[in-house]
């Protein structure tokens, strides 16, 4: 497929979490909109080079670099390097995520701190360091968390997943807030059901078919998916949308 810049043409964006799944088909759209992508990885480095692989292959630009979200000093520092390397950040794209699922009444400890330093700190702190060059980007700055459909409506052994994205909720439209002075928007998007390594590996195959029964659209989300809404609210279409909470879930809220 040839590569055809459109809105994002000269735009840098960080995306967390971007070696693979739904991080993974964020940032090829991105690029596939003419961004030129940060492809943040945790430890997959191979899933993060095949991603900037992929992206070089059509044309587009991208880089890979490793740096943990749930570590504050090594997140500051390497996002303001990559600001200063690249010029700038125009878009930030928080979809670094992990789940720990056990039941609310066996919950340890170190299983809350993981999540909530991850799923909430990360887009917290990631969010902090990197404003300082979004807000110079104004109205073409753009931050979008990725929350999810439990943080919405819950889930049973999944309290603290869902306390992290409820969290991410509620800091998005803060941040709208305290940002919209200079123009900057800022979105969460919520998934539901999507297809990633964690649904095909941990999934059975009579909870896939009770769960597609459950969605009207009846079929489990893609990637892709996902990945087209939040490349509209990184463009500027999406200029007067902000505080807004986008539900990719086949239907499952209306």
Same mark, same amino acid.
């Given at each position: 497929m040839s590569h055809q810049p459109t809105g994002l043409s000269g735009r840098i964006a !960080? &995306?967390?979490?971007?070696?693979?799944?739904?991080?993974?088909?964020?940032? #090829?759209?991105l690029a596939e909109h003419g961004a030129k992508v940060v492809v943040n990885y945790t430890s997959r480095k191979e899933a993060?080079?095949?991603t900037v692989d992929i992206i070089e292959s059509q044309g587009g630009q991208a880089i890979a670099v490793k740096f943990d979200v749930k570590n504050r000093d090594e997140t500051s520092a390497t996002i303001k390097d990559i600001g200063k390397q690249q010029g700038g #950040?125009?878009?930030? &794209?928080n979809n670094a995520g992990i789940a720990i699922n056990g039941l609310m009444m066996r919950v340890k400890p170190t299983h809350f701190?993981? &999540? #909530?330093?991850?799923? !909430?700190?990360? &887009?917290?702190w990631c969010s902090q360091v990197a404003?300082?060059?979004? !807000?110079?980007?104004?109205?073409?700055?753009?931050?979008?968390? #990725?929350?999810?459909v439990i943080g919405e409506i819950g889930n049973v052994g999944q309290s603290v997943y869902s306390a992290s994205k409820a969290g991410v909720i509620g800091l998005t439209k803060s941040m709208a807030r305290e940002f919209s002075s200079r123009g900057v928007c800022v979105n969460a998007v919520a998934p539901g059901l999507i297809e990633t390594e964690m649904i095909s590996t941990q999934m059975s195959e009579d909870m896939r078919q009770t769960t597609i029964e459950q969605i009207p659209l009846k079929r489990i989300g893609l990637p892709q998916d996902v990945a087209g809404v939040v490349a509209f609210l990184a463009s500027p279409s999406a200029s007067y949308i902000t505080g807004q909470v986008i539900r990719v879930n086949?239907?499952?809220l209306m």
């Open positions: !960080l &995306v967390t979490g971007g070696s693979r799944g739904i991080g993974r088909a964020i940032c #090829i759209a993060a080079d095949e #950040i125009d878009i930030l &794209v701190d993981d &999540v #909530i330093n991850v799923n !909430l700190g990360g &887009v917290m404003s300082s060059f979004i !807000l110079k980007a104004k109205e073409h700055g753009r931050i979008i968390n #990725i929350s999810s086949g239907g499952m």
